[in-house]
């Protein structure tokens, strides 16, 4: 059965985070990416184990240096036999080695020529270095994440690099490929991490325009501001998280916690209540075990989960029932998402 992707070809220049996240999505789901890589000393090759990278995996990689003509001819010739070239460098860096979109659009006019950068191809930080905390930071994601009280907390570098960066990235070269497909016309898509933050905060942008939602951090619905949308320690040090927004289900959690008599409960809408109601829930919660909530709540409609690490999610029966971490060489990792009905492979590590 043919990937979804069977048949695209994309270059990919080696760079890091975003850029090979976007590539691996891509490579996931059928497409050839052929990564190029800068020559490096063998004793460095044979130190550094190229399968504990897993946002590299399926790909084809070949040494090229690009800063001599015969490594740039070798990238224009390439790219003459794909559909797409994704590189991650500051602005004008392709230019400067002669690979700018002029040339290669140049070459293969139908050509879908992704640029990921941290703050976009123009404007005033244009040039500047900076990470996934200072994108997402300045993209409005990183204020709204925290307690009440507390300093931001960087929700790792998902925002920024991965969901604002390489996914955008994924999606930004499918659609230009549709349209050169259809049209026979290439172009440029300028992939920046603050761009694609603030895409991603567009239903808090909403909520905010409609007044509900603060910009005091750790006071809103999603921001562990409601008691009802945390989580809580356990009697044995671990979590459990909670989400029970609808009414219904949050009358499902009070009633397996014991608490559908108590009255102060009945207020779950109303902000001021939420700190003591969030005291009472968490010294419940800390009355058990987390087994022993997830004997009780997990399969029912009380919008509740255990907090797992690494290890325990993985062996989780649903994680497991899924085939969501997959072994590969050794190394355990997520199997591609999303999946397809069409192309569905012998299991999930198939399609790696």
């Known amino acids: 059965m043919t990937a979804p992707l069977k048949g695209l070809r994309v270059i990919e220049i080696a760079s890091i985070g975003p850029a090979p996240f976007g590539c691996m999505m ?45 490594g740039v001819a070798t990238v224009r010739e390439l790219v003459r036999t794909a559909e797409v070239f994704v ?43 900076g990470h996934d905390i200072n994108y997402i930071a300045l993209g409005g994601a990183l204020h709204a994440i925290g307690r009440a009280g507390a300093k931001p907390t960087p929700p790792l570098n998902l925002v920024g690099d991965f969901g604002g960066g390489g996914m ?25 991490m ?79 209540k939420w700190p003591p109601l969030r005291e009472k829930l968490a010294q419940r919660f800390k009355m058990q075990t ?12 009380a919008c509740f989960a255990p907090v797992l690490g690494f290890d325990d999610m993985a062996a989780h029966p649903h994680i497991a029932a899924r085939g969501i971490i997959v072994d590969v060489d050794g190394v355990p990792q997520p199997a591609p998402a999303p999946r397809f009905s069409v192309h569905r492979g012998g299991s999930a590590k198939d399609t790696i």
């Open 87 to 129: 590189e991650g460098f500051r602005p004008g860096v392709m230019e400067r080695l002669g690979l700018g979109p002029d040339v290669l659009l140049g070459d293969n006019p139908r050509l879908a020529y992704a640029r990921m950068t941290g703050w976009g191809q123009d404007g005033p930080l244009a040039h500047t270095a």
């Open 194 to 272: 603050v761009d694609g933050t603030a895409s991603l905060m567009a239903m808090i942008w909403g909520m905010r325009a409609g007044g509900v939602w603060s910009g005091a951090r750790g006071t809103n619905l999603l921001d562990s501001g409601a008691h009802f949308y945390d989580s809580y320690e356990t009697a044995d040090g671990k979590f459990v998280a909670v989400g029970a927004i609808e009414p219904q289900f949050y009358a499902l959690l009070r009633e397996k916690l014991g608490l559908t008599d108590d009255a102060e409960f009945d207020a779950q809408n109303d902000p001021e």
């Open 290 to 301: 987390q087994a022993h909530w997830c004997a009780l709540f997990e399969g029912s409609d």
């Open 168 to 192: 955008m990235l994924a999606f930004g070269v499918l659609a230009a490929v549709m349209r050169a497909r259809a049209t026979g016309e290439g172009q440029v898509i300028d992939c920046a």
């Open 26 to 70: 891509l490579a996931d789901h059928g497409a050839e990416v052929i990564r190029i890589e800068r020559p490096v000393d063998r004793a460095v090759m044979e130190v550094v184990d190229a399968k504990f990278d897993v946002l590299r995996r399926g790909r084809t990689t070949i040494h090229v240096d690009l800063k001599t003509p015969e």
